[in-house]
């Protein structure tokens, strides 16, 4: 089976909001996770480049459970360079590393566009893995449809 890598993208954490918890002393481990888990809504921006190219703004809604598994829900806009507009939303899963500021990152992305240019984006979805630096506040992701 072949894949298709068809853009990736670098994102600033913008800001957090947090819910009674520290997001950093939580990713940390500094600060216990209640059994019903936290909610952050971490805020995202940076460019997207590869069979689209522009930039990407938007907010993945992090919840981290008591066992320590982060599962991801991220929603954002990818407006390209010519001006068109494509809904992104991804969900999965973050696994941090031991004794690292590294979370690795496996999503599922699907996107949607109304854009005759982008048409290709509504057939199926796209499978991206990369990586979170806690420490930089930076992400990588690369994507790949099958």
């Keep these: 089976m072949s894949y298709e890598k068809i853009f990736e993208y670098d994102l600033d954490i913008m800001s957090v909001t947090e ?7 939580v990713l940390a481990g ?17 460019p997207i480049k590869g069979r689209m190219t522009g930039a990407m703004r938007g ?4 919840r ?5 598994r982060r599962e991801l829900d991220l929603r954002a806009t990818i407006e390209t360079e010519d001006g068109s507009r494509i809904a992104f939303s991804a969900d999965g899963v973050g696994t941090p590393r031991d004794g690292e500021p590294i ?11 109304a854009a005759a240019a982008y048409a290709w984006v509504n057939a199926r979805p ?12 930076k992400i990588h992701i690369d994507a790949y449809l099958h």
């Design 19 to 25: 819910y009674g918890l520290n997001m950093q002393a």
């Design 30 to 46: 500094q600060q216990s996770v209640p059994l019903h888990g936290a909610q952050f809504d971490v805020a995202l921006a940076g």
């Design 59 to 62: 907010i993945d809604y992090l």
């Design 64 to 68: 981290v459970r008591a066992d320590g």
């Design 103 to 113: 979370v690795d990152l496996a999503v599922k992305i699907d996107l949607t566009t």
């Design 126 to 137: 796209a499978w991206g893995a990369g990586y979170a630096n806690l420490a930089t506040g």
